[in-house]
């Protein structure tokens, strides 16, 4: 699909250059190599458009968005942000499509973006400073503006007096109403409704040309490129019509060109040769990234400027490189040797003519001495070259009489120090190169197993073996007990430091290597150290398997102080082949490229991670995180999920970090992942926070994410309130039933009650009235026909009486004295003189007012009389009944002067014991129940002064 891109005639430029940088292509992750253009988004997302649909980009993964996700064409020209936070996207279908707050925005969900005419390609999408978008198409003659939530379509080929629609390059809001259209030699501005037309000519009546099919926010003439405003941005050199520019980056006073002939970056240098270099744009941290079409995307460092990168002619790895006479001097494993000089890589020595077939390939060892000549051994051959960075250098090769394996060379004065697996050896060469000595001068024998071999810088030699370090002085070797503890792998004296590293992988530092030394070791599990390289009197480089590491000296005067941290650097080449550094620069060697960076640039700290949080989901619900307070639903909220990402351009080895103060775990939780699961969550406020830490233990500042679980509903106030409510009514209701319940056991008992006290009321009737009748008989008997007239009336009043009052429950105390008067009257008639009786009633004793139970006196009289005194037969026989108040109690007391209980019960077998003494208990108990009141009924013998029986008192007491 043909782009439709800036295109402006530039300049050749002085030369090609090249400098480290990172390729990113479909097997790193990209959709298609094919990349129109990229967008740097406000929160540091990378967005890159290609044929194959969007790609976001944190630094470390690429996601990739397609229609599948609602993007409305998988083939995408450009991206712009908006105000607003919106990524509107142009497509070749040209249907209207933005990604705001994680979901894609067409017309198929958004009515904003429904329009009432289709165009089949959008030219540009330009953004106003009122948060809107001016949409212009490719008919060139229709405007669509869009705000927050309006939309305004303006239709040019409705008006008068325009040039033709093709000739228009730009359009800009210039207020909220207004457009100005940018024409090749003049500019309009008219309103959003098509009216108020007005020509607004170029300064000096400059024409501009539209750069072929569209401008980007630039006018170009003569060479030279304008704002829109006509102000003079950039001169480009003159000379040549024939490249292209894609696109203009301007960083302060520094122009970078994307053309398709490559990168220029002030008419100066050019980059990517041969590249079409679609869009430059810098990341969060200011590193450039260039997107090409049909090669992907590039990385370029923030400073690549001062850094460059030189491309060797070898296919062999690099054995070994050092500066000498600040020219690199460096050779291939199999001797091959070059030096770096005006930024080109030049081969001085070629050792192909000289080794032997069965031969090459094989591993050569090589040194430079302090004078800056070169050395090299291949078992018996020797290449000695003096001064390799002058242009016609001195060589001469020496064939050895002894094959000495040689895997570490050592040159020190006239001295060819070696090691191989038996021995530590040396040989002897003039000034010339012509070796002196015909045999190797041993200074280890083939019993001791030499493990490591240095120069100082003091140029003196060391070597470690099992348990022993031996310095060299003069031709003999002295043994430095103060490291006998240490097995040197490989190990460096430099002036007053010793590095190395021992057979278990430990990193020593040690002070004063000539005096008495302080040693400190330092362990990392993380990585094996396998090389130093010193880059200054106080830094040294680090090689491991992984990252580089850089040491740092501190002034100290007895225990070496440092500090370490890891390179992130991404252009730095891990795992070089070699390298070395001049002081200024670090040289890395890695498959047949010279890597060349400032050490600034070493030793800067990366940018910290930014940390955002991409979605919480609970339940089916899914939350875009933007700051503001979220709250969940409990129902919903059991299992939380919580995603975020780290944007990092400098650390790819990033491990996260969190932690969730509702939990009360204040530790940091480390994780791989990209997201928490909380699971069975309860309700309350959460505060999740989480950092990204880098490699090199740099910690981000914590992203905070603050959300609410809502109580769930049984705890809510209002549901407690229904449901106190509820419990209430129920406890009402199961109270109201028990007290009905006992109210009608309780009826049901009193009536019970009421019948048993009925019946013994009705039984207390028959009593009477039989005694009474036996006593009528015997009058009759005896012929006494006057009094058994008189006891019938007496008679009758008592049963008319007992029967008004035997169906009462209570009677006035009054009714109850009359009857018992009558019945006492009765027993006058019968018994004579044998029986007298004496009624008293206290004056305070209201006889109305007080209420008992019909014939309750009367059967304590009767016993009294009929058990009491008849048995006696004596005149004196006397009844008293006196009834009285004891302050709120009602006090009757029955006395007789009889026989007493004792002769009573002696006279009377248990079938003839009084019916109504054990009848008025029962109804003393059953009343008590009935009334709730306290009725006490006792009996007892009285006795005189001499102790002889006086008589018995029946005691009735009933509280009122």
């Known amino acids: 699909m043909l782009l439709i891109f800036l295109c402006f005639p530039v300049c050749n430029v002085l030369g090609q250059q090249e400098c480290p940088s990172r390729h990113y292509l479909m097997e790193d992750g990209l959709p298609s190599n094919n990349i129109y253009s990229m967008l740097a988004d406000s929160k540091g997302y990378l967005w890159f458009c290609t044929d194959q649909g969007v790609t976001r980009y944190n630094g470390m993964s690429f996601q990739t968005f397609t229609t599948r996700d609602g993007l409305s064409d998988n083939e995408v020209f450009f991206a712009m942000e908006d105000l607003l936070g919106r990524i509107w996207f142009a497509t070749y279908s040209g249907n209207l499509c933005f990604f705001y707050q994680g979901v894609f925005h067409t017309a198929k969900n958004d009515s904003l973006l429904q329009l009432p005419f289709h165009h089949p390609f959008l030219t540009f999408i330009n953004v106003e400073q009122d948060s809107s978008v001016t949409v212009f198409f490719n ?11 309006r939309k305004y379509v303006t239709d040019l080929s409705k008006v008068q007096g325009i040039p033709n629609a093709v000739m228009l390059t730009n359009v800009r809001k210039k207020d909220t109403d207004t457009y100005e259209l940018f024409y090749k030699d003049t500019r309009f501005s008219i309103k959003r409704d098509g009216t108020g037309l007005q020509k607004l000519p170029y300064r000096k009546n400059k024409h501009y040309n539209k750069g072929r099919d569209r401008i980007f926010g630039y006018l170009y003439s003569d060479n030279m490129l304008y704002s829109l405003d006509e102000e003079p941005v950039f001169k480009f050199a003159r000379g040549f019509d024939s490249i292209t520019v894609f696109w203009v980056h301007e960083q302060g006073s520094i122009f970078f060109l994307g053309t398709d002939h490559g990168l220029y970056v002030n008419n100066d240098y050019r980059y990517l040769q041969g590249e079409n270099v679609t869009t430059v744009v810098q990341d969060a941290e200011g590193n450039y990234w260039m997107s090409t079409l049909k090669n992907g995307v590039y990385y370029f460092d923030k400073n690549f400027l001062h850094q460059q990168m030189v491309r060797i002619h070898t296919k062999d790895d690099i054995g070994f490189s050092a500066v000498s006479d600040s020219t690199v001097i460096f050779s291939t494993i199999r001797g091959d040797l070059y030096r770096l000089k005006d930024g080109v890589a030049e081969l001085v020595y070629t050792n192909a003519s000289y080794l032997p077939e069965n031969k090459y390939g094989m591993s050569v060892s090589a040194d430079m001495d302090k004078a800056g ?10 290449v000695y070259i003096r001064n390799p960075a002058a242009d016609k250098p001195y060589i001469r090769r020496n064939i050895l009489n002894v094959d000495v394996h040689a895997r570490k060379l050592v040159v020190i004065g006239d001295t060819l120090y070696y ?5 530590i050896g040396g040989l002897v060469y003039d000034k010339s190169g012509r070796r002196i000595d015909s045999a190797a001068v041993l200074l280890l024998d083939v019993s001791r197993w030499p493990f490591a071999i240095t120069r100082s810088d003091k140029n003196e030699l060391w070597y470690s073996m099992m348990h022993q370090v031996y310095k060299v002085i003069g031709d003999t070797p002295v043994r430095q007990r103060a490291f006998d503890e240490y097995i040197f ?9 010793l590095l190395g590293c021992s057979i278990d992988n430990t990193l020593v530092l040690s002070s004063k290597p000539d005096g008495v030394p302080a040693t400190v070791t330092i362990t990392d599990s993380s990585c094996m150290w396998r090389d130093a390289v010193k880059l200054n009197d106080h830094q040294i480089l680090l090689s491991t398997n992984g990252a580089y590491r850089l040491l740092t000296i501190l002034p100290s005067d007895d225990t070496p102080r440092y500090t370490i941290h890891i390179v992130e650097n991404p252009v730095v080449p891990v795992n070089a082949e070699s390298i070395c ?27 910290m991670p930014q940390v955002y949080f991409a979605k919480l989901t609970a339940g089916k619900k899914s939350i875009i995180p933007d700051g503001s307070p979220v709250s969940l639903p409990y129902a919903q909220a059991r299992n939380v999920r919580i995603t975020f990402e780290a944007l990092t351009w400098s650390s790819k080895d990033i491990v996260y970090e969190y932690r969730i103060s509702k939990l009360g775990n204040e530790d940091w939780v480390a994780t791989t992942a990209n997201s928490i699961d909380m699971v069975n969550t309860e309700w309350g406020e959460y505060a999740v926070m989480v950092r990204a830490c880098t490699a090199g233990k740099n910690c981000s500042p914590a992203a905070v994410l603050m959300f609410t679980i809502e109580k769930p509903f049984w705890i809510a106030w ?11 009514g129920i406890v009402v209701l199961l109270i109201r039933s028990m007290v009905r319940k006992r109210d009608r056991e309780h009826r049901m008992r009193n009536e019970m009650l009421r019948s048993e006290y009925k019946a013994m009321n009705a039984l207390m009737n028959p009593h009477l009235v039989f005694n009474v009748l036996n006593n009528v008989q015997g009058l009759i008997e005896g012929g006494d026909k006057v009094k058994a007239k008189e006891y019938l009336q007496t008679l009758s009043r008592l049963m008319r009486q007992n029967m008004h009052n035997v169906s009462k429950e209570l009677i006035p105390l009054q009714k109850e004295l009359q ?12 018994f004579r003189e044998w029986f007298n009786y004496v009624i008293t009633v206290a004056e305070d004793v209201d006889v109305t007012d007080i209420l008992l139970p019909p014939l309750l006196i009367q059967p304590l009289a009767e016993n009294a009389v009929l058990h009491g005194l008849l048995p006696i037969q004596s005149h004196d026989a006397m009844l008293t009944i006196d009834i009285s108040m004891d302050g709120n109690d009602l006090v009757i007391k029955v006395t007789d002067n009889g026989v007493g209980l004792n002769k009573k019960h002696e006279r009377e077998d248990t079938d003839s014991q009084p019916f109504g003494l054990s009848n008025v208990r029962k109804r003393i108990a059953q009343l008590s129940a009935m009334q709730h009141k ?12 001499a102790g002889a029986v006086a008589g018995t008192q029946a005691i009735i007491r009933m509280a009122f």
């Open 373 to 382: 000549n070169f050395h090299w051994f291949l078992n018996k051959e020797e």
């Open 139 to 149: 008919d060139r003659a229709t405007i669509l503006s869009l705000g927050k939530d």
């Open 489 to 497: 792998k490989w190990f460096y004296v430099y002036e007053h430091l």
């Open 819 to 830: 009857l018992l008067e009558n019945y006492l009257k009765i027993e006058k008639l019968r």
């Open 718 to 728: 209002w549901f407690i309130a229904v449901c106190s409510i509820l419990v209430l």
């Open 581 to 607: 550094s001049d002081g200024t620069r670090c040289y890395f060697f890695k498959k047949g490229i010279i890597s060349i960076l400032e050490i600034g640039d070493l030793m800067a700290e990366p940018k």
């Open 419 to 423: 090691r191989n697996p038996s021995c």
């Open 934 to 945: 306290k009725i006490v009924f006792s009996i007892e013998e009285l006795y005189d002064a």
